[in-house]
C-alpha cells in the first residue's frame, strides 16, 4: 500500500515541469513524502505566469554614453500573491560590459488583482537600435520551495544616437560666424557675399572695396562692408564603404566623420545655410533632405544611429551621379572619406571634374593619431623602422591630398579629435573668402 502510495506521488511530481525543483531533490522526494507534498502544494500556490500582461513605457532614444529608462508595467490578474524573480533581457551592448546581470534582474512581489512598475536603467555602448528580448519570469510559492517559470515577448526599441562629442566646439565658432555675419565689423570680400554697410577707411583694407562715390559725399575715404550671402546649400556625404569601417582609436573612423558632420551641420544651419544629408557605398544608406534649421540635428541624429560600414568598396561613380542628383545648383559638397591613395586615385580623382565644375567641393577624412605618435619614434630599432613606416605613410596622404588640392578641392586632414574642429574652421574659411 505504502509502495503504491509513494508510486502515485511519484506519477504526480512527473507531471510538473522540468526543472521546478534543484538538482538531485527526485530522489529525496521519492522517501519523503510529506516534504513531497508541500513541494507540490507550493507549486500549486504558485501565481501562474502565463495569465501576466505586460506592458512598456519610457525613452526611446538616448545619447551614446547617457542613460535611458525602460518601465515595465506587470499586472496580475490571478487570485494569488506573485512572489517572482524577472529578467528583463536586451543585447549585450545595452549596458557596459560586466553590468548586465544587476540591470537586468529585479525581485517583484504583487498582490492579486494589482499591477507594479519596474525600471530598467541602458546604457548602450554602441550606436543603433537595440531591441527588447523576452520577458522570463519565475514565480514562487510561499514557501519557496518550488516555482513556475515562463517567457513573454514584450517589444521596445531604444535608440542609441551619436554622442556629438563635438559640440562643445559650437560657441567658439558661432562667435567667429557673427564676426563673418557683419554683427562684428570685419571686412570679407569676394565671390558670394552681399554688401552689408559702409565704414572709414583704415590701413590694409582691401582697396577694391573704397566706395568712391560715398568718398566723394563724405570727404572722407569710406569702404564697403560685406557679409556672406545667406540661404547656400551644403551637401555633407557619408561614405560608408569599407574604408570607414577601419578603427581609429577606439572608435571606426565613420563615428569620427559623423561627430564632424554634425558640428558641421550647426554652424551652417546657424549661418542661413540649407543642409542635407547623403550616406552612401554602393546604394544610399540614409538621406535627409528639406529640413528647417529647428529640425535638422535631430533628422541627422535619427538617420545616422543605424549606420553601420559596409565592407565593400565604395562606387565612386554611384556616388558623383546621387551627389549631383542630390544638388542641382551650386552647392558646397563635403565628402567624408578616406585619403588612401588607391580609393582616390582609382575612385574618386576620375569622377571629380563632374564635382568641382558645378560645386566647391570640400574633401574630409580621419587621419590616424598612432601613425604620428610611430613617426616621432627613435628609441629602438623597431621604433625606427615603424617611424619609417609611418613617415611613409604620412607622405602618400600628404601626395593624395597635392592631387585633390590641384583638382581645386579643398582637404582636410586631423586626428578623431581634431577633424570637426578643423572642418568648421575650413567652412567658416570658405564663406569668409566668398567660395560659398
Not at 562629442?165 to 554683427?183: C, N, T, V
Request: with cysteine; aromatic share 4%; hydrophobic share 40%.
Amino acid at each position: 500500500m505504502a509502495l503504491t502510495g509513494r508510486s502515485a506521488l511519484l506519477a504526480a511530481l512527473g507531471s510538473i515541469p522540468v526543472g521546478v525543483f534543484a538538482p538531485g531533490w527526485t530522489g529525496m522526494l521519492a522517501v519523503n513524502a510529506p516534504l513531497a507534498l508541500a513541494i507540490l502544494c507550493d507549486y500549486a500556490c504558485a501565481a501562474p505566469v502565463q495569465r501576466l500582461r505586460f506592458t512598456r513605457s519610457g525613452d526611446t532614444s538616448v545619447r551614446l554614453g547617457d542613460a535611458a529608462e525602460v518601465v515595465l508595467t506587470v499586472t496580475n490578474p490571478s487570485n494569488r500573491r506573485l512572489r517572482a524573480q524577472l529578467r528583463d533581457a536586451w543585447p549585450p551592448s545595452s549596458w557596459p560590459s560586466g553590468t548586465e546581470q544587476t540591470a537586468s534582474r529585479h525581485p517583484l512581489t504583487i498582490p492579486a488583482g494589482e499591477r507594479r512598475r519596474l525600471s530598467t536603467v541602458l546604457q548602450p555602448t554602441r550606436r543603433g537600435d537595440r531591441r527588447a528580448d523576452r520577458i522570463t519570469i519565475r514565480s514562487y510559492g510561499p514557501l519557496g520551495l518550488a516555482a513556475r517559470q515562463g517567457s513573454h515577448q514584450v517589444p521596445w526599441t531604444v535608440r542609441a544616437l551619436p554622442p556629438f562629442a563635438s559640440r562643445k566646439h559650437l560657441p567658439s565658432r558661432l562667435a567667429r560666424l557673427r564676426e563673418l555675419d557683419g554683427r562684428t565689423s570685419v571686412l570679407t570680400r569676394g565671390e558670394g557675399t552681399e554688401f552689408d554697410s559702409l565704414r572709414a577707411y583704415v590701413p590694409g583694407d582691401d582697396t577694391r572695396s573704397i566706395d568712391w562715390r560715398a568718398t566723394a559725399r563724405q570727404g572722407n575715404v569710406a569702404v564697403r562692408t560685406w557679409r556672406p550671402e545667406r540661404d547656400r546649400h551644403i551637401l555633407i556625404v557619408l561614405d560608408t564603404g569599407r574604408t570607414s569601417a577601419g578603427r581609429v582609436g577606439d572608435v571606426p573612423r565613420l563615428d569620427a566623420s559623423m561627430d564632424a558632420a554634425l558640428l558641421l551641420a550647426a554652424l551652417a544651419s546657424r549661418a542661413g545655410d540649407r543642409v542635407d544629408l547623403l550616406a552612401y557605398d554602393r546604394r544610399v544608406r540614409a538621406q535627409v533632405q528639406g529640413r528647417a534649421a529647428g529640425e535638422l540635428l535631430p533628422a541627422l541624429v535619427n538617420a545616422m544611429a543605424p549606420l553601420e560600414p559596409a565592407l565593400v568598396e565604395t562606387d565612386a561613380r554611384g556616388l558623383s551621379a546621387t551627389a549631383l542628383n542630390h544638388a542641382p545648383r551650386r552647392s558646397l559638397l563635403v565628402l567624408l572619406t578616406s585619403l588612401d591613395a588607391a580609393p582616390v586615385e582609382e575612385g574618386l580623382l576620375p569622377v571629380l571634374p563632374q564635382l568641382t565644375k558645378r560645386h566647391t567641393v570640400l574633401v574630409a577624412s580621419v587621419a590616424d593619431p598612432h601613425i604620428e605618435q610611430m613617426s616621432a619614434r627613435r628609441s629602438t630599432v623597431e621604433a625606427v623602422y615603424e617611424a619609417a613606416a609611418a613617415s611613409k605613410t604620412q607622405e602618400q596622404r600628404r601626395r593624395t591630398a597635392e592631387k585633390l588640392t590641384r583638382h581645386g578641392v579643398t582637404v582636410v586632414d586631423a586626428t578623431p579629435d581634431n577633424l570637426a574642429p578643423a572642418l568648421a574652421d575650413a567652412y567658416l574659411e570658405l564663406k569668409a573668402g566668398g567660395r560659398l
